[in-house]
């Protein structure tokens, strides 16, 4: 019952099913490993039982029932062939497997992808339903629409489905998956492309900072609005996830039209109390989204209003290490948590260091403080017009590397950006060395070593990570575009 070698059949999709009963065989499946599928029609518990055999023909366990009795009479009339490999193997007290199932059918017995144009009955009439949302999936682009209408699809249908129906419901996933697959290599060619094209332009010194502007090759208009534009416009709200509200989550409303790209490092402030974005994220438009974030102001847990703004950013030391520990925990429990005690602790370094008093002991309160000191480090460090990203770095070590896909929104971001990056030169006495153009060059190439794509994102696009040992960082792709990338030197 193994697919059979024919040049007619075509790959139907590919389907994970979990193995069952591995707990009751000798051996045991090894990740990688072909397997051979038989039928146990003589099987006292279960007559459409399918059995699993390794590449030696040893019993490894069997189909799920749920999945037997519908793959079965496809298999029994002729319809489909299949063949496997074991995904993954999971040793724990009762062992488990994924196996990837390969579903081949002939054109001769595709009847089923062929829709009726009046169904005679419900089971015919849901097999149509699905067979028209099956076909129009190939021409969709969001992973989490296709899975969430497969999943929606097979909870309205429970009952009175055809085989045929089942599997069509089965593959659905499977476009997600694929999909998922290309977007992750488009989105690293996004980067790759970006950071190769990019141009260094000469760097300004004043004291202690060196700014390098960064420029791309290609220009376009942006597809999406900044929070702090879409605030201004009355198209978004920003506010705690519910009365009591929680730290690490907050609630964005978008009612606009466009997509709202919120950065990392973007500062929130009101509501029960201020807030850092921990990712970069991009928000559909006409939706809501919880937004992971971290606290910077831990003195407070009242409200001063029912709605935040959009004011400051965070101090690139701040969402350096924040960074490096949000990329540790989506590494090991797929969450896009800060190590909250640690953004404490730096933003009291911060307040310590500029000598800036704050009841609340809220970042904000120093950096509105610092301003009187940093209108110097403007006036010397301005930023052409045309810079899509900036380089900012201290003798010979990088501070911040932030680009954006446009010089639009650099320049609408860049007094708030430049205003948290001159705060730690301002309240440092020591004058530098102007940094070398081989120091940004050095640090574009660590960048380009440790780039991942994360496994999970918040709304929009395909979510980028740096995590080595001496850089941290995050950003985002949209549409095979590199909207936003931020990184920074960090001590392990």
Not at 53 to 60: I, L, S, T, Y
Not at 116 to 123: F, G, H, I, Q, V
Not at 387 to 404: K, P, R
Request: hydrophobic share 40%.
């Amino acid at each position: 019952m193994s697919k059979r070698t024919s040049q007619h059949e075509v790959l139907l999709g590919e389907v994970a099913i979990n193995l069952a009963g591995m707990q009751y065989c000798r051996a045991v499946p090894a990740a990688g490993e072909k397997v051979h599928f038989e039928r146990e029609p003589d099987n006292p518990h279960d007559r459409k039982a399918i059995r699993v055999e390794n590449e030696d023909f040893a019993k490894v366990g069997y189909l799920p029932r749920q999945v037997a009795s519908w793959l079965t009479p496809l298999i029994d009339q002729g319809i489909v062939y299949i063949d496997g490999t074991v995904a993954a193997c999971l040793e724990t007290d009762l062992p488990s497997a994924t196996l990837t199932v390969s579903i081949y059918v002939s054109p001769s017995n595709a009847a089923f992808l062929e829709a009726s144009r009046d169904p005679e009955t419900l089971p015919g009439a849901l097999h149509r339903i699905v067979l028209d949302a099956y076909n129009a999936m190939h021409d969709w682009r969001r992973p989490a629409v296709i899975r969430d209408t497969a999943q929606r699809l097979v909870e309205l249908s429970r009952r009175d489905l055809l085989p045929e129906t089942r599997l069509l419901l089965a593959l659905m996933p499977g476009f997600a998956d694929t999909l998922e697959a290309h977007a992750d290599v488009g989105a690293l060619s996004a980067v790759r492309a970006a950071l190769t094209g990019l141009t260094i332009g000469e760097g300004l010194h004043h004291r202690n900072a060196t700014v390098f502007p960064l420029h791309l090759a290609n220009g376009h208009e942006r597809a999406y609005v900044l929070l702090e534009e879409a605030l201004e416009a009355g198209a978004a709200e920003v506010t705690e996830t519910s009365q009591h509200g929680t730290v690490p989550e907050i609630l964005i409303r978008n009612r606009g039209e466009r997509p709202i790209l919120l950065p990392e490092g973007e500062i929130l402030t009101g509501a029960k109390q201020n807030r850092v974005v921990n990712i970069t994220m991009l928000i559909a438009a006409q939706s809501e989204l919880v937004i992971p974030v971290s606290c910077v102001e831990q003195g407070r847990w009242s409200s001063v209003s029912q709605r935040f703004r959009a004011t400051h950013f965070a101090t690139p030391h701040v969402r350096a290490r924040k960074c490096a520990r949000v990329m540790e925990s989506v590494a090991c429990r797929g969450s896009f948590a800060g190590d909250q005690s640690e953004v404490w602790n730096d933003v009291a370094e911060e307040l310590r260091c500029a000598r800036a008093e704050s009841r609340t002991e809220s970042l904000t309160d120093g950096l509105e403080a610092a301003r009187g000191k940093l209108e110097e480090y403007r006036e010397h460090l301005a930023l052409p017009e045309d810079a899509a990203g900036v380089v900012i770095a201290s003798d010979a070590q990088v501070v911040l590397f932030e680009l954006f896909d446009t010089p639009r929104t650099m320049q609408r971001l860049w007094p708030r950006l430049s205003e948290a990056c001159f705060f730690a030169f301002a309240h440092d006495g020591h004058d530098g060395q102007p940094a070398p153009p081989r120091v940004v060059r050095d640090f574009v190439g660590r960048v380009q070593e440790n780039l991942q794509v994360l496994d999970e994102t918040r709304g929009l696009g395909v979510g980028i990570g740096l995590s080595g040992r001496s850089v941290s960082g995050t950003g985002l792709c949209y549409e095979g575009r590199l909207l936003h990338l931020a990184a920074f030197s960090v001590e392990r």
